[in-house]
Structure formats: C-alpha cells, structure tokens
C-alpha cells in the first residue's frame, strides 16, 4: 500500500509560483511511476504530468508544458510540481497519483493509488 500526503497548495496571483510536494509513506516510491492531477470544480479530474520511477522521462499536458516542472528526489522518497507563470485557469483541487509500472500514461486509470490532495487557487 502506497500512502501519499500532498502539501504546498495555496492562494497565489495570476503570474505567480507555487510548489507542490507529494511524500509517500509505507513504502519507497522508486519503483513507481508518480503523476499530478487536477480536478476543478463541475469538471473531469485531468492529467497535469508525469514522471517514470527514474526520472527519466516526463509527459506533461499541453495546457501547463513550458510552465510546470515534475521532479523526484527517490532519496526523500518524494515528488514535486513546480508551478510558474500561473493562471485562473490552474485553480483546481491537485492530486498526486502513483502506479508500479515502467512507462508513464496520462489517464487516471493508469495509477491506483492516489493522495487526498491539495488545493490550488489564482486569483486574477
């Protein structure tokens, strides 16, 4: 069992920065793929990126590529999203996932296990 705790969400201004952090407990993360979601509210929960359980190889959705940076510290036994150039459009509810598999997908049937997560708002 994979337990996975999100921090870092928070009120920011439209062109700002946050950094989310994803830490596991009960078991080492370094061999799981680990991905970010978001759901905003009366929507589907999306795919935001992902990363493969070296670091690898990344995928990250077009709406956030060039803005959004996925890393991993398998060490810290923990995963990161570092937000930048942040817009309205970003607010939503962000949810870290995990899967043990070797390539990375953007569907979230593609990780079973997933955090509680934390919530991200940009104000305009």
């Known amino acids: 069992q994979v337990q996975l705790v999100e921090s870092g969400g928070g009120l920011v201004q439209a062109g700002g920065s946050l950094r989310l952090s994803c830490a596991a407990s009960?078991?080492?993360?370094?061999?799981?793929?680990m991905a970010w979601f978001r759901q905003a509210p009366g929507k589907e929960r999306e795919f935001v990126a992902a990363i493969t359980w070296n670091g690898g190889r990344t995928l990250y959705s077009p709406s956030v590529e060039g803005r959004f940076t996925i890393s991993r510290d398998n060490a810290k036994n923990a995963v990161s999203l570092q937000m930048k150039s942040l817009k309205p459009e970003d607010t939503a509810v962000y949810y870290c996932?995990?899967?043990?598999?070797?390539?990375?997908?953007?569907?979230?049937?593609?990780?079973?296990?997933w955090g509680q997560g934390t919530q991200v708002t940009v104000s305009s």
């Open positions: 009960e078991r080492p993360l370094s061999n799981y793929a």
């Open positions: 996932a995990a899967e043990s598999r070797s390539d990375i997908v953007s569907s979230v049937y593609g990780y079973g296990f």
